[in-house]
């Protein structure tokens, strides 16, 4: 799947036509060894990316790879557990959730200063999403009995929620993964 958007960070999710119900239901025991695995595994390198930018504007592949590679699992994980897929999360396969992050010339196109206030810029970002996520934890209940009922995420419920990870997801390439100077839309 193409994901057409001129932003460096890119994410889409399939909509499924039919969930499981039994899956749903169990959901948040099912996960519990994926989210073991996904904690072991620490996250970004935040602080080593920003020094590499601050220092000797560079942004080393293999160090992309692996924020990338962490940031595709990780979200993968998240559309589990909010429903929007039923395939158990895959620590290498792209499954139904599409990211795309432009490798960034740190040279060219990031400010080797920009990475120390990234996280101060995004700070509007934070406040927005928190009351958004609200709405996703409300609109996560909601498909949790609608999919135990219908076996479907309503799919406008499931657009906004989608919309939501996206903009997350816009934002932390902006602020912690530092690949894209491009300070993130407000928008889904």
Partial sequence: ???????????????????????????????????IILS????????????MILFRQKYPRWWFDW????????????AYLMLLRDEYPSSDEDQAVHIEIDYPDAKKDLN??????????AIPHYIILCF???????????????????????KGMFDLVVGVVRWSFRVNGYAFI??????????L
């Fill in 112 to 121: 080797r200063w920009l990475p120390l206030v990234k996280w101060f810029l």
């Fill in 132 to 154: 958004l996520y609200l709405v996703v934890f409300i609109f996560c209940i909601i498909a949790w009995f609608a999919i135990l009922f219908t076996g479907k995420f309503p």
């Fill in 1 to 35: 799947m193409a994901i057409t958007n001129d932003y460096p960070v890119r994410l889409d999710i399939d909509y499924p036509e039919k969930l499981n119900r039994l899956s749903t239901f169990f959901r948040i025991f099912y996960a519990i060894p994926i989210l």
């Fill in 40 to 51: 072991l595994l620490a996250g970004y390198l935040f602080p080593t990316v920003l020094l």
């Fill in 178 to 187: 530092l690949v894209t100077d491009k300070y993130p839309p407000f928008s």
């Fill in 67 to 78: 924020n990338l590679a962490y940031a595709k699992f990780s979200t993968r994980v998240s």
